[in-house]
């Protein structure tokens, strides 16, 4: 009680305009998205702070209400960046790496993959080519050793703790009613209802974790189906939420028992347009046996809603806002948005979505989108998009084990807040207006002033 009376006399004497006693240490650090970069990140010194400061400009840290952990930032390998990648020279390679995957550069800790192809696949294609091999005796990833395993492997040299789970677009063509892995917009894009397809496609599963994982690349977890509610023209499959449930309690999760795969199963990947497989899923029997939820194009006020009804879920995030291939600037501003949304809401992780992609932009069907990096694979020449500034900050300040905990602010622009195992506050604040802007921000009976860059995401630190 004693606590909560110092919070609202506290927050009273701020929303008097009442400063309260001395500042703490601070470090400010700043990208601005104009122009894509590969070391986007400045120190903001501290001049010229705004004495006087709008009531809208306050934030309210509140660390000792804590909310769940981080698992990480990051975003998806695909196999069209893989071939891009690989066109460039060696050097240029090691150096993106570095500056996707290391401490000196945004240091990505949570990614994602296909499970065979995804629609940034070249093509269609499975693991299971040979129709009706229940056994799986022709399984094989070999078409993933040209472009993906490289590229997954080479993010794992610049960071060997980073956490990749995977998805499938669709199972193998043969299992599903159409006999396609691509959608055909009928009623027929689904799986199977038949137990011994099921029962392979489980096996399907397992043979995935464990030749990735001889191969040098360990699958933290799998999410059973992508955006299971498509019908496309590229890989896709439909898979209601209580079928994925039943599929995952009757076949995937004991079959992982007895193979002692360690991967976590996974609901998912849902997307929140539909709000009732997120309802219909927390209410299938058995749903508390898999491990939680992916999401992905989210209403993230649906997830407050399943979060009242089951707190304990654990939810993560699977692929950010892919836009149109423009990588405009103004795209790029709407990022902290999008991932403070999320973050706010529960998740454990963000994931964009294409980290690399060749200079058309598009996918195997011809649909451009964004990405954080293109390269040229005639010229080699590489760009950074203004994404890639936003995404860096966002992860550079948001790491595994960080602990998001309660902030109170009075204006509109997105925040992070998040505390680190040794006790490091990170504030993450967004400025949009197009003149530098000062912020106040209290913690306990300390206040400070800092100043946020024109049209920037900054990163307040406080040790």
């Not at 807040?417 to 040794?422: A, E, I, K, N, Y």
Request: hydrophobic share 40%; charged share 25%.
């Amino acid at each position: 009680m004693k606590m909560k009376v110092q919070s609202i006399i506290v927050s009273a004497l701020l929303f008097c305009g009442i400063a309260i006693a001395q500042q703490p240490a601070v470090k400010v650090y700043a990208v601005q998205l104009e122009k894509g970069k590969a070391n986007p990140l400045v120190e903001v010194k501290q001049e010229n702070v705004e004495e006087k400061i709008g009531w809208k400009n306050f934030i309210y840290l509140q660390p000792e209400i804590t909310f769940q952990t981080i698992e990480g930032i990051g975003g998806a390998f695909n196999e069209i960046g893989g071939e891009a990648l690989l066109a460039s020279s060696k050097k240029d390679q090691k150096a993106l790496m570095k500056q996707l995957f290391s401490d000196e550069g945004a240091g990505f800790t949570f990614c994602r993959t296909a499970i065979g192809a995804s629609d940034f696949g070249i093509d269609a294609y499975s693991y299971s080519m040979v129709a009706d091999d229940y056994s799986m005796e022709h399984f094989s990833i070999d078409r993933d050793k040209k472009y993906v395993l490289p590229y997954i492997k080479s993010a794992l040299k610049e960071n060997p703790d980073l956490t990749v789970f995977g998805s499938p677009w669709s199972p193998p063509g043969w299992m599903k009613e159409s006999g396609y892995m691509i959608g055909l917009k009928e009623p027929n894009n689904n799986i199977k209802n038949d137990p011994k397809v099921f029962k392979a496609y489980a096996n399907y599963f397992i043979k995935y974790v464990q030749e990735y994982q001889k191969a040098g690349v360990t699958i933290d977890r799998i999410c059973i189906q992508n955006e299971n509610d498509a019908n496309t023209k590229y890989p896709s499959c439909t898979f209601p939420a209580k079928q994925m449930v039943a599929f995952a309690n009757d076949y995937l999760i004991p079959a992982f028992k007895e193979n002692k795969v360690e991967a976590g199963v996974y609901a998912g990947t849902l997307r929140a347009a539909q709000k009732l497989d997120l309802m219909d899923f927390i209410t299938a029997d058995g749903h508390e046996n898999l491990e939680g939820v992916g999401i992905q194009y989210t209403d993230t006020r649906f997830l407050g809603d399943v979060r009242a009804i089951k707190p304990d879920l654990k939810i993560f995030h699977t692929e950010g806002h892919c836009y149109n291939g423009k990588n405009t600037v103004e795209q790029a501003a709407d990022r902290l948005e999008e991932v403070a949304g999320y973050i706010n809401a529960g998740s454990t992780s963000f994931t964009y979505w294409n980290m690399i992609l060749n200079e058309t932009t598009e996918s195997g069907w011809e649909w451009p989108q964004n990405s954080l990096i293109n390269i040229d694979r005639k010229t080699g020449e590489i760009t950074y998009n203004p994404d890639y500034n936003a995404m860096y900050i966002i992860s550079k300040f948001i790491k595994p084990g960080d602990v998001r905990f309660a902030a109170v602010q009075r204006g509109k622009e997105p925040i992070i807040s998040v505390v680190s195992p040794d006790g490091t506050i990170k504030v993450l604040i967004q400025n949009t207006n197009a003149n530098d802007k000062s912020f106040e921000i209290a913690l306990g009976k300390e206040t400070i002033k800092v100043k946020a860059l024109a049209k920037s995401i900054t990163a307040v630190v406080l040790n």
